[in-house]
């Protein structure tokens, strides 16, 4: 679905809340900042990664992200085990998430702790796509990309 010039993949899972999407791949999941979160951060100016191995609980930062307009986290959907990060790649393009935020532009790997307790906020498809317009309406949120 495309909103205000946001895309939502509907193929995808999202913790709307916390503004991550998520792709599952075996027992691992892809996380990665959303196309209307990538806008409301702005460019990407630097970036701290928790480091491998380390487990972290739903809610906590995985990443620390830093831009001109904002500092946060990028939470965690779900306890996880962080089994790989993205970071070799933003060092070669800061901007990877601004440009390409659900394909180059993912941050972490993980493989889920407990899933099955933490998932119900978990959505996909139409729902997903309906709660993001509503939230993309309410935020006032047009989309825009970085482009090389």
């Known amino acids: 679905m ?10 995808l899972y999202y913790d709307i809340e916390r503004d991550v999407w998520i792709r599952f791949e075996g027992d691992l ?13 702005g460019k990407f ?8 191995g380390k487990k972290v609980a739903q809610g906590k930062a995985l990443v620390t992200v ?7 986290a990028f939470p ?8 790989e990060t993205n970071e070799s790649e933003f060092a070669r393009n800061i901007l990877l998430a601004n440009k390409e935020p659900y394909t180059a532009g993912w941050l ?4 889920p702790i407990g899933l099955e307790n933490e998932r119900d ?11 993001y317009k ?12 970085c482009i090389d």
């Open 2 to 11: 495309i909103y205000r010039a946001c895309d939502i993949p509907e193929d």
């Open 29 to 41: 999941a892809v996380l990665g900042m959303t196309d209307p979160a990538q806008t409301r951060c």
């Open 45 to 52: 100016a630097a970036l701290s990664f928790r480091e491998v």
């Open 66 to 72: 830093e831009s001109a307009k904002w500092v946060g």
């Open 76 to 83: 965690a959907p779900f306890s996880c085990e962080i089994v």
């Open 108 to 111: 972490v790997k993980v493989r």
């Open 121 to 131: 906020h978990l959505v996909t498809g139409q729902e997903a796509a309906e709660k």
């Open 134 to 145: 509503a939230r993309i309406h309410e935020l006032k949120i047009n989309c825009l990309r």
